[in-house]
């Protein structure tokens, strides 16, 4: 069965440069998540989208923007990255008002020096 | 606001020994989902096992069994005869049924098993 892809899989950025993201979520599934987990930290919710529209956002530092594109995938953009950045950051797709059972990607670590 | 909580931090057991990971969450919706996820130390988060506050009744899945109360808002998970290849950090999550159903994580607990 087809899962959440997430590319790339490790980036390594320098402070103050910018750094995007990317997920494809699972066919048909009709909403995505964002999170980041910061190292020995809890996943935080970042924002999600819904049909390609933003349906919530959480703690998302305005450094960072999100969108959800026509075929349904989605980028996190992130600018000015600073050093607490680093993290891995993982996405979910699932299908809102069926079982809400979140597909996780195998997330993105981003190393920001 | 939703909130879970794992007040375990970290634990370590030996092999074939079974082990409960603690876990209590507060909400103010009448449904919602509570969720089990592993993180072993590849970094990915493996779903276990998605719960619907309607039912109460206890799972049991090969060596994983789960025990859910709602009157103490508690979702607590054990291992049956742990094995090496359970240590990983362990997440209880809660999220809404609604149309905002992002996933609320507790710290976590890392289980350590040793042979």
């Known amino acids: 069965a087809a899962g959440v892809i997430q590319s790339p899989r490790h980036l390594i950025k320098e402070k103050r440069e910018t750094a995007t993201l990317k997920c494809y979520p699972i066919?048909?599934?009709?909403?995505v998540y964002w999170y980041q987990q910061g190292p020995g930290q809890d996943p935080q919710f970042l924002i999600s989208f819904y049909e390609k529209m933003q349906s919530d956002k959480g703690s998302i530092p305005d450094r960072f923007s999100a969108q959800q594109f026509s075929d349904y995938h989605s980028e996190l953009n992130m600018s000015s990255l600073e050093l607490g950045d680093s993290a891995l950051y993982f996405c979910?797709?699932?299908?809102?008002?069926?079982?809400?059972?979140?597909?996780f990607g195998p997330g993105t670590r981003l190393t920001v020096l | 606001a939703q909130k879970v909580t794992q007040a375990q931090t970290e634990i370590s057991v030996v092999e074939k020994e079974d082990v409960t990971l603690d876990c209590v969450y507060e909400t103010r919706d009448t449904t919602y989902y509570l969720f089990w996820y592993k993180q072993p130390p590849s970094g990915e988060l493996v779903f276990l096992i998605r719960r619907n506050s309607f039912d109460e009744q206890n799972e049991i899945s090969g060596r994983y069994s789960w025990n859910f109360q709602k009157s103490t808002s508690s979702f607590n998970f054990t291992i049956t005869a742990s094995q090496v290849v359970d240590s990983a950090v362990y997440f209880c999550a809660l999220s809404s049924t609604g149309a905002n159903s992002k996933l609320t994580f507790g710290k976590g607990i890392t289980l350590s098993v040793r042979p």
């Open positions: 979910a797709s699932s299908l809102l008002f069926a079982t809400n059972e979140q597909f």
């Open positions: 066919p048909r599934h009709d909403t």
